[in-house]
């Protein structure tokens, strides 16, 4: 299996990543990603060494089980094991990690006949890039979604002339596409880059209803990255989460990218690109994926609260215990769901086991008030103990600042290293520009608030509540319900 070594000097590519105005010579030495990548090779060590993460597949030999595509509720529960084994090492601050798109493609790969629908051999095309992702263990990234000021999003103004990458041209070999796209989480750090639209499209929209794939370092792609949030901080201590979990964000430009046939998975087939999300199990094994490391990561936020609060010596105030109550049933309600969604999971058209959307998308529907509450609860706990930490770690060890702070802020030199070291962290959790980013990920990374509700009121099944309040309805009229004289009309 894939090291991290591997990984890392997979990055030295020539891949075109932009920072400050400037291309960045080797992604894995730049103070932006340096970090993260270590983090990500991390990731891979433990996948390598830890036998719990492998499973034998009839088709691919011996793979990591966050790959495997379910077939069984035992599979799921497999899956979702080695899924929270590699979102504890980022305590679920990666949102994009390899088994977010690499669990697209396990949907996908389930269902070659409806990639063969729109042309043959597609299937096969989709196939043998799933093979790829399983048997090297490849880190692939995506970009689903137009930029906000081109046309392509409802309602929009269309007079930026800014357009949604797209095909212009097509040749015996491939086709070229062009223009931009979004972001890409992790872009920048990763093998591939699959590109589609998530966006409902309509006739006529046909150049960007594609889907395929491109390694990173492929000619023509462009990657403008964020301004990153490790470069500058004083240290790890400082800011613990920003260097080393900070996947990095990029828009992603294609100027006259040239994509094989063989690396196309749809061309020009507006309903195409829909079903490959929504008719295989791809979009629910993504957002399962998302949804578990969600829950790591609110246990985390939950005993960062507890710690606070012990900090501070409050944990036994009732107005405290009412807060980690709340944030407790906010962490139980997600990862209930997602074991309901489990519990409830049903065989798909194609054999994949797939979790049952009504739950998946139920707590999808919540994310983007209950990520915000969950901040505001620590928030509120914490008062100004996160402000009023040191200005970085020197203060901690200058023989001219250590003295007075050990005196007259903690207990001891050793309790004064724990504070400053747990409320640097809850800052780097809740208010950092880190943290921020966060925030806004958890709100809009399954779509703005009315869209994932819109995943949730389709697929509850409105039948089942709208035939139980028909029943009681029919139940009863307004001259009673015969022979029941409780309801008959009043005198
Ligand atoms: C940190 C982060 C990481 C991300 N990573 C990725 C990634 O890896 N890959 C990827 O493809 N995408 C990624 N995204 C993009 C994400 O999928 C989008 O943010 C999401 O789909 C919402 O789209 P949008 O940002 O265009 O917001 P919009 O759709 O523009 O929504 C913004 C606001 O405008 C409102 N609005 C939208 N349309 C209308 C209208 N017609 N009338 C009135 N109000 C309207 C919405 O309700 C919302 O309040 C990421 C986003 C974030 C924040």
Redesign the pocket.
Known sequence: MRTGTEYVASLCDGRDVFIDGRRVDDVATHPAFVGIVATVGQLYDTAAGTPEMHIGDPDHGTINRVHMTPRSIEDLRIRREAITRWARLSNGFL??SPDHVGSFFAGFASAPALFDQCRDGFGENVRRAYAEIVRDDLYA?????PP?NSGL????ATTSGVTQVGVVAETDAGIVVQGT??????GAISDRLFVSC?RPLSPGQEDFAVSFMIPVATRGLKLFCRRPYAVGQPSAFDYPLSSRFDES?AMAVFDRVFVPWENVFIYRSVGGVHDQFHRTAAHVLANTQAQIRLTVKLKFLLGLAVHVSEANERSVAPSVQDKLGELASLASVVEGMVLAAEAGAALDEFGVCKPNPRFLYGIMGLQSELYPRVLHIIRELSGAGVIGTTSSYRDLVSPETHGDLTRYMAKSEADLEQRMKLFKLVWDAIGSEFAG?HH??E?????????ARGYSRRQYGLDEPMALAQEFLDGYDVLGAAGDPQLAPMA
């Open positions: 949102g994009r990234s995506y970009t689903v979604i906000q999003n409802p309602g929009a796209q979004m972001l890409a989480t992790g998530l964000d980013r806004q990920y709100i809009f990374y399954a779509g703005a608030s009315e869209v």
